[in-house]
């Protein structure tokens, strides 16, 4: 029964950072071979049942301002090259049409995402042709300030979307590529839901009620989101998960119960576990082949099918298809 509806619905996860480990690794770490280490990598995602993987360009703090763009283009190469390598497992994701093809020809699909709006170095071109190579997200900033907005771990100045940083969301809108607001400061935050056309989403944040870390989102902040349209995906790491100590498996599930408590439906909620782009990972929840552990944690709380077939994937899939085409 539970391996049926995770093998049947469409998986979708919205943040990773194994791209960096790939690249940091200089050819150890490759997405083709199974691993002991790490969390994701394509035979792990395929006995998760992952049917769409997020994998965010990432730029470390020491790679800012100066050296963004550079950076950002090395992390990109190095996901092209594992898709180059891998074109029978892998199939890059541009549009909806492309995870129906994934689908029928058994591949994962990728989508290119860049987390933290320094990739643009403050210029609309920079944008546009990231969007050429294949990226369809961008998490408009990281935890520090840019000159899109501020982040949460740079907010002491109260802004929010730069002029510069609303050119950007509607540029994005124009282009087809989903803004994600994970790391953005609270006035940003709603800043962007404003001005953006499109649903956006926050690829790896989780609920401050139940957690109260500054990455989480309040209640209005989700509120707000459902409202446009959007999609929050639960992130898998403890301290966005417990107040303190250990987390598991039923932690991820208190905080998809939550947010589908509060808004009345399961329409908002999906999967961003930022798997290898944190430290420790839940118990339960340890790599990419463990999801199907949280279908039947989910089944086990009272979920019904459509339930799960909306947080598993079809909310991003929405998202996706009204913003990718
Ligand atoms: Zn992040």
Redesign the pocket.
């Known amino acids: 029964m539970t391996a049926s509806i995770h093998s049947r619905a469409l998986v979708i996860d919205s ?1 990773c950072d194994t791209i960096l480990k790939v690249l940091s690794s200089r050819g150890a770490y490759r997405l083709g071979d199974l691993h002991a280490t790490e969390h994701v990598d394509i035979p792990r995602l395929r006995q998760g049942g992952i049917d769409v993987q997020f994998f965010a360009a ?1 730029i470390g703090p020491e790679y800012k301002p100066d050296r963004a763009v550079k950076r950002t283009l090395q992390l990109l190469d190095s996901l092209h090259q594992e898709l180059d390598a891998n074109q029978d497992t892998l199939k890059l994701i541009l549009s909806t049409e492309d995870i129906t093809s994934a689908q029928s020809n058994d591949q994962v699909g990728v989508l290119i995402s860049i ?1 933290g709006g320094e990739a643009l170095e403050g210029d609309l071109a920079c944008l546009r042709m990231y969007h050429r190579m294949g990226v369809r997200a961008v ?1 408009l900033t ?1 935890n520090e300030r840019n000159q899109i907005a501020e982040g949460v771990g740079e907010c002491r100045s109260g802004g929010g979307l730069t002029d510069f940083g609303v050119s950007v969301v509607a540029e994005m809108n124009r282009l087809g590529m989903i803004v994600d607001v ?2 953005m400061s609270v006035p940003g935050y709603f800043d962007v839901l404003a001005v953006s056309q499109h649903p956006i989403i926050a690829s ?1 944040s989780n609920a401050y009620a139940v957690c109260s870390h500054v990455r989480n989102l309040t209640d209005r902040q989700i509120r707000a989101l459902a409202e446009n349209g959007g999609v929050m995906g639960i992130n898998f790491a403890p301290q966005f998960l417990v107040d303190h100590g250990r987390a598991d498996l039923d932690d991820v599930v208190r905080h998809i119960d939550y947010i589908v408590d509060l808004l009345g439906n399961s329409q908002h909620v999906g999967l961003g576990g ?1 798997l290898d ?1 944190i430290g420790k990972t839940p118990a339960g929840l340890e790599d990419a082949s463990k999801y199907p552990a949280l279908t039947d944690a989910l089944l086990l709380r009272g979920y019904g099918e459509q339930d799960l077939i909306n947080i598993l994937g079809q909310n991003h899939l929405r998202v996706i298809r009204t913003v990718l085409g």
């Open positions: 943040h990432y987390e998490g990281w994970s790391h790896h930022d782009g």
